[in-house]
């Protein structure tokens, strides 16, 4: 379909712009084949909930998507970017994550917070009860979690619309987009930068998130917009060709020339001239 080939233009066109930007290098794509169609009727008959047409068209694609990237500084690769959609098999319920398995640790619902965040911008935020049903698409290294939401959910009822949402390290909801094919283009925007999810969030990323997205992104990031009434831009001033080059050698220091002292030619020609006008007078 044309959604399936979007996605591998995008694709293939993405991998192409990160390795021409200065200082990236071993950008590293997973391929992954086409998810079987009767893997996605088997998920959706035993999570009750249809796949949105979008992140149907996405699997028959690729089952799946991994992609990273490293920066060269000074002349050693430091991994940077990471963009992650799980796989059909990994679209696990988040109560299913073996990070809230622990003995004796509370469950979702019992951490389930009324109150919400501006960044929600009115939407209805998800719950870890019966009323939400929600799926990992992203576990963004350990910083939070990319979700797949259905909302307003009965029991025994098959859900059908859904939204994709972040879930930070405090458990607190912030809204994304309303498609999985929005929060796709939002990922390659973002470069799959660290912590570019929280760039919706009122508190932003870390300074060091903040450092790499602008050096790599100066034309959309926008500096801390959290802090900044004035809204202002961030303008990066900041080379990419020069801040990757390797360690070189400090120019030695040119020596000054020793002053020279004045001519004492001109000091015997002023006690000549002086001479010259007393005999002068004498005469």
């Not at 220091?253 to 001109?266: C, F, I, L, R, Y």
Request: overall charge neutral.
């Amino acid at each position: 379909s044309s959604e399936t080939a979007y996605f591998s233009n995008v694709c293939v066109s993405f991998i192409m712009f990160l390795e021409s930007l200065p200082g990236v290098l071993d950008v590293r794509f997973a391929e992954r084949e086409p998810a079987e169609k009767r893997c996605l009727l088997s998920w959706e008959q035993k999570n009750s909930c249809i796949l949105p047409e979008d992140l149907r068209d996405f699997y028959l694609t690729t089952d799946g998507f991994t992609l990273t990237w490293s920066a060269k500084l000074e002349n050693e690769p430091v991994p940077v970017g990471c963009m992650v959609i799980n796989s059909v098999a990994r679209l696990r319920l988040l109560a299913q994550s073996n990070i809230y398995s622990l003995p004796s640790a509370p469950t979702l619902a019992d951490l389930d917070f009324e109150d919400a965040f501006e960044g929600s911008e009115g939407h209805e935020q998800p719950h870890f009860d019966s009323r939400s049903r929600i799926f990992e698409l992203d576990s963004c290294g350990g910083n939070g979690r990319v979700c797949l939401v259905y909302k307003d959910c009965t029991p025994g009822d098959v859900a059908q619309h859904s939204e994709i949402w972040f879930l930070d390290r405090s458990l607190y909801w912030h809204f994304l987009t309303s498609s999985f094919t929005a929060y796709y283009r939002l990922m390659i925007t973002h470069l799959g930068l660290p912590e570019w999810q929280y760039t919706f969030t009122p508190y932003g990323p870390s300074p060091q998130a903040k450092q790499w997205a602008s050096l790599y992104q100066p034309l959309t990031f926008r500096g801390d917009r959290h802090l900044d009434p004035a809204g202002e831009p961030f303008l990066n001033k900041l080379d990419p060709a020069r801040a990757f080059r390797g360690k070189a050698k400090p120019a030695t220091p040119k020596k000054k020339p020793p002053a020279q002292a004045p001519a004492s030619g001109g000091t015997s020609a002023k006690g000549q001239g002086a001479t010259g006008r007393q005999s002068m007078n004498k005469r």
